[in-house]
């Protein structure tokens, strides 16, 4: 099946840095990617949609400046997250639509704290 | 707009079988399914893009009724291992691209 790796697994930082988390699809070109953040037994809120070589599309409520969302080929995006605060911890799963299927593939996640 | 499931939560025995239903207020696409277990990232189970469109795995299976807006995810005979927390994603079109996800159901499967 379709693999989404997500780089790191975790990561535990400081109040005010900046985090990159990257997200490829390894055995498939994916024609969008998704970002999600997801808090304790809650649902998956979707952060914005990318494509490659397109600026992001933001979900309302999302603010640009400080997720910067980079789509860089058909296999690679990264979320970073701008002076980070604790109240941006959390998990956050990138996804990948398959171009052909239509599917979407899940990474495994990455757990951020900010403290 | 989110979906909504339901139920919230199902626990089961071994063996027996569960139903868990996404609904829509529009007009539906797609509807994916993915089963999450805790700690990790959401496992798709199945897409299903048709209205009328019946798709199975295993004992796992799902209907998609484009007119009722709705689908409905079937876990027959289930097994310990079904157990985790069930989400339907659903998309209004093609290019959407903004699938949205339900509350999930949480399901327990007991020896």
């Known amino acids: 099946g379709a693999v989404v790796s997500q780089h790191p697994s975790w990561v535990i930082c400081k109040s005010g840095t900046s985090v990159k988390i990257e997200c490829r699809s390894l055995?498939?070109?994916?024609?969008?990617m998704f970002w999600y953040r997801q808090f304790p037994k809650q649902s998956l809120m979707l952060m914005a949609t990318s494509n490659e070589g397109s600026k992001a599309t933001y979900e309302q409520g999302v603010e640009k400046d400080k997720f910067l969302i980079n789509h860089a080929s058909l296999t690679l995006s990264t979320l970073t997250v701008t002076s980070a605060h604790p109240e941006d911890s959390s998990f956050y799963i990138c996804s990948a639509r398959s171009r052909p299927t239509y599917e979407q593939y899940f990474g495994p996640g990455t757990r951020l704290t900010v403290t | 707009q989110q979906p909504v499931q339901s139920p919230q939560a199902v626990i089961l025995r071994e063996g027996e079988d569960a139903v868990i239903n996404c609904s829509s207020s529009?007009?539906?696409?797609?509807v994916h399914w993915y089963r999450q277990k805790h700690g990790e990232a959401p496992v798709f189970l199945m897409i299903l893009l048709k209205g009328g469109e019946q798709k199975g795995h295993d004992k796992i299976s799902a209907s998609f009724n484009e007119k009722k807006q709705q689908s409905s995810l079937y876990l027959t005979a289930s097994q310990l291992s079904y157990s985790g927390t069930y989400f339907c994603?659903?998309?209004?079109?093609?290019?959407?691209?903004?699938?949205?996800f339900g509350a999930g159901t949480r399901l327990t499967v007991k020896p």
């Open positions: 994603g659903t998309e209004a079109g093609p290019n959407n691209n903004d699938m949205r």
């Open positions: 529009k007009a539906l696409y797609s």
């Open positions: 055995d498939f070109q994916a024609t969008t």
